[in-house]
């Protein structure tokens, strides 16, 4: 079979494989990717398996979650449950050699000591944030230990798709923004690099769904203490500023500090990032739309709205496109960049699967596609 | 090239096609049915457009909604901006010789009357209310009018796919049941068939999200008055009624009243339907799990919970699924039936797709096999 | 001061304060109430805190939350912290002798556990399960352990207010009823008693905010996990059943089992009861509601609608009010009672306020007035 | 009966009086102010009726509302229909010479037409916008239309109570500032006037409810739009914005703009005001918390979180509490300051009543000790 294959691949086939896919045929030639998925039993994990278990090229052959090991998936996730997929395992009963790719969706720290274990023949996508920050003691300072991983920080590749496509492609170890610093730099990179905005006045209001704490059980993300509800958290302090400052930072070329004010609101998906800015020499509203339109023309999941279109996450849900808009600010020289995304797809597990997609030739857009869940 | 297709599909490549779908090959051979969407401002609208638009074998060239006509899709529904689809019209600026199918969300008797205008060459899926009835009496003493296309409900079948698929393949209109009676006969028909439980008293208790009712501006399904509450409305007073007995009557071969109590639930998608049923001679738990496993084992949207698992509208939202399951009741010879759907998808928009395939020969889960969307 | 009291409460005063009364003076004469809150941590205790806090006749000198002992009431509900009441203190800190009257809203197994440890002198109003049940046994097979106070048992009163009020005037422990049992029996023992309906043959399709699920950290209550979401749980085997099961078959005089289906809903307060009842020989919609007309015509938290307005857990949210309203059913003989309580008010924090009134000779209403908070 | 009152509330009745109360007699000695309500059909209507129907001192005698007249209240509001209000009326309808004070929730523009009918001998308590704009061009080109009772704008007083208390006891039309102003306002009124702050580089990130926008049918506050999603909106051209610099710019003697971007979020009631300052001179967070205790030590429902605690809707839910708490910032010489109101309470409808309670002499807090509700 596999000789024939070849044959099919390669010389006077080729001409008739276009046929076939002119006249509605579409081609998923790859044979598939063997992938595991660390940390299956989170929220991260879970809409990752949601998304990757629809991919053409993607055969799922391991889940892991250490604390459920033995148990079902649909006893984890019922709604996964008609997937018939693997039961959960250890990461120590899998056979890594038959792995392709790992994506991995575990807490912090546990990450980078899964991560470590792994042969080098593990491509890995990760959602955590052990591979994000490229300075080790920045890492110290705000996750609180040391990196034990640091070996492989050189291997890692900061994985805000549209911004690094070309290191992602040959990367071994691709770190997934936070779903904040997603959204926000997605933002305001374009802006920064184009010198329209002064990237050291940033002021970032920011709003997330529960979903962004994770299913770890805590009592302000319980349903009678988070609905009905808003309020700011880890003021000044949340550990995605560390992402944001490195980034702008780098694109500024200087050392930043951004002001990013995280809020919990009475959502399970979806976050909204209002970026307070202020404009350099003669930017524009205008200049700053310039800047993103040409950042993102060929960007198939960012949506720039120019016609007056306000952003939200409503328009995003359990999808992985990203909507941008900028507005006046009464206040002269400032202008108001609005972004919103679901922080568990594109914030996490979409834009996960879109490195994938880069990293092992696929197009960017595939298994990608559904469309916003609204209402 | 219509030469080279012909020549391609049949005969000597016939085995090579073979081999090209044992390799990884996708086939989507039919060129792409012409499809129109009559009430595209509405939430079932919506819906349809959301999955059908990445139907492989659809393609969707009219969006139909009078008051919104001129308007771009991007306006009434902007999650659905991305698609690039043709702005809104009225059903006059259709080309209605170019269209193959028509999804009807219209409402009911606007339904009827649309319907009624379109040439016999377009079939037609219809969601709203107005094929469902195969008594025109019935109809006018719950619907509150005259039927003004009788003439055509000889044209109509029952669209509750798992039950109708034969009538459903040679159909030209297919009425696909209400929301309500979705869940509820597809939990009830398999037990009143094989006699498992008294067809005359079955008792409903039903909860429903608030797209329900729709999109029209109604103050009860406002945020803040839908919201943080639940209550009962419409009580033995709903127009699912006369469907549900049409259709136990049927099964039963003899006329039954259903007591349907639906409530008004603080959530935007989800249907559960609690049934309290009167087990017959010596019917038990058991045997009605046999009934319902025995009618659906080739169904690829019912998945039966045989362990003790219980059915809940966070396992299926948004997705065409449907989840049962059978309870012992404390009263003696009684048991309880739950029954979970997305009432927007397997409820409506997503019914209407699988019976789409039926009738244009796809396979009854194309376009279906989005994940629900948890959380 | 005393004397000067005695003084004026008695003798030649008595006309003057009737004077004073009429002219808009208010008597709250009695000194205050002194009293502990057992369970201060949990969203019962809170409430109760909440209301107490207001009661013209009550001083809440203990708030005992043995795990949070040592913390300021604002850190464990900031929503209180206005109050100044004392710091959390576990029960050992108290002196029992100052207090006339304890408030439980203790977890089952651990309220009596504590209550028995108090002095005689202190009154108890106890809003977990320990002294529902009459019958140890039956505790021991529902709750899993052995009664450990049974000695106490028959000092407690079965307290649903509007059924049990010349009792608990005079007992030293009240034991409020579930929130579900104070609901459905407030709707159904009227009817029971009157022989209106069939008391063996109750169906109970019960819907529950999540507070009904306490503060505890579970992941079925997590926002993400229950929002946007509905299911059954607990299907034939909820701990309320027995309550049910004992006021029901008292009022019929006969051994009697309820169906009870409770289902979990999105939304933090509220419970609706869908009560689907047999009519017994010529009972009609008409007797029913006379039969509720009767008995709650001195009840002032208890509303009948009989207009056809439909109770709604939105109607009487915060409040320690009761909807009560009776339906015709399409099923001849058969009849739909439904009823709406706010959980933790009328279903438990209110009710054992409305109960310490009686107990301590206050209005039944004292510190109870609060009108629903709608929207 | 009136002899003897006055027998006793003067004279020799003076120290049994105080005797009385010291004794546990509560005084209520003013006969009840006649108040109606225009707008009862309202939102904001619906929040004082609740509130002033339990004021010891006010005795509601007609609600007026235009299209609603004729229904009683409990069909326009069911969780208000405990009271026995009288029915809706037109203003026509009530003899205005018995009425002493109307509260006004009136939608701007028709607040002014109805309240300049209203006979000089009532007093007002406006919700409204029409009578916070002390200059009526302002009011022109913010509200699109010029204003009709110019004239009684002399007569008015901006009632943000904690600001201006003198000028509110004597006024006799108040006008309520905008739930926004309200937060925002008490935030950083006391901030500008001892210049801790740049008084015209103000960015406030606002996010309300959806009851901010009222009870009109809209699509955008429709549950299944509204609900499980978040997004700004009215950006640069919110209404309270005129209202905000008119305040702030009067407290910092000189012309400011402020940049207010408001968010709809997912909950019916709260409002969170995120306000990100620059810093003057020396200011620091912690003289800035100074400011803001100094300013509110008298301030009933103004609590300050110093300790950490970060402000929250779900803390002052349902009550006329307002939580303000200060924050530093990561960018040199700023800092944040949060504030947290129930929109339809303190920052409508509870404000209107701390109003009514200096206007007619009685105790700020009358009729507003209710706690927040929460969960």
Same mark, same amino acid.
């Given at each position: ?31 598939? !990717?063997?992938? #595991?998925?660390?940390? =299956? ?7 990752? /398996?949601? $998304? +990757?278990? @629809? ?112 290191? !992602?492609?040959? #990367?071994?170890?691709? =770190? ?7 959204? /926000?730099? $997605? +933002?305001? @990179? ?186």
């Amino acid at each position: 079979m596999a000789a024939a294959r070849q044959l099919i691949l390669s010389g006077p086939f080729a001409y008739l494989i276009r046929i076939f896919k002119a006249e509605g045929f579409t081609m998923a030639s790859k044979s598939k !990717i063997a992938a #595991a998925v660390l940390g =299956a039993s989170g929220y991260t994990g879970a809409d990752l /398996i949601r $998304l +990757a278990a @629809l991919h053409p090229g993607i055969e799922i052959k391991a889940l892991i979650a250490k604390s459920h090991a033995g148990q079902p998936l649909a006893k984890v996730f019922p709604h996964l449950g008609v997937l018939g997929l693997p039961d959960l395992v250890t990461s120590e009963e899998v056979d890594w050699e038959g792995i392709d790719v790992a994506f991995c969706g575990l807490p912090h720290a546990t990450a980078h000591q899964e991560i470590a274990k792994l042969p080098e023949s593990v491509k890995v996508v990760d959602m955590s944030a052990d591979f994000r920050l490229r300075d080790p003691d920045t890492y110290t300072q705000w996750y609180g230990g040391a990196h034990g991983a640091t070996d492989l920080l050189g291997q890692a590749v900061y994985g805000l798709t549209e911004h690094y496509r070309d290191c !992602i492609k040959d #990367a071994r170890i691709v =770190a997934c923004p936070g779903c904040y610093p997603t959204a /926000i730099l $997605l +933002a305001m @990179l374009p802006l920064v690099k184009r010198k329209q905005i002064d990237a050291g006045a940033i002021i970032v209001d920011a709003k997330s769904g529960v979903t962004g704490a994770g299913r770890a059980l805590k009592q302000n993300t319980l349903f009678a203490e988070a609905g009905e509800g808003l309020s700011p958290y880890g003021i000044g302090a949340h550990r995605h500023i560390p992402e944001l400052e490195q980034e702008i930072g780098q694109a500024a070329d200087e050392t930043v500090r951004v002001n990013f004010t995280p809020h919990l609101a009475p959502m399970a998906r979806g976050e909204l990032c209002t970026c307070y800015v202020a404009l350099k020499d003669d930017a524009t509203v205008d200049s700053l739309r310039d800047a993103l339109r040409d950042a993102y023309k060929d960007a198939p999941f960012i949506q720039l709205l120019e016609d007056g279109s306000i952003p939200a996450t409503q328009n995003v849900r359990g999808s992985n496109y990203c909507q941008i808009a900028v507005f006046a600010d009464r206040l002269e020289g400032r202008a108001i960049v609005v972004a919103a995304i679901d922080n568990l797809v594109k914030g996490s597990a979409g834009q996960a699967l879109q490195n994938f997609n880069l990293m092992f030739g696929f197009d960017e857009t595939e298994g990608l596609k559904q469309l916003p869940l609204f209402p």
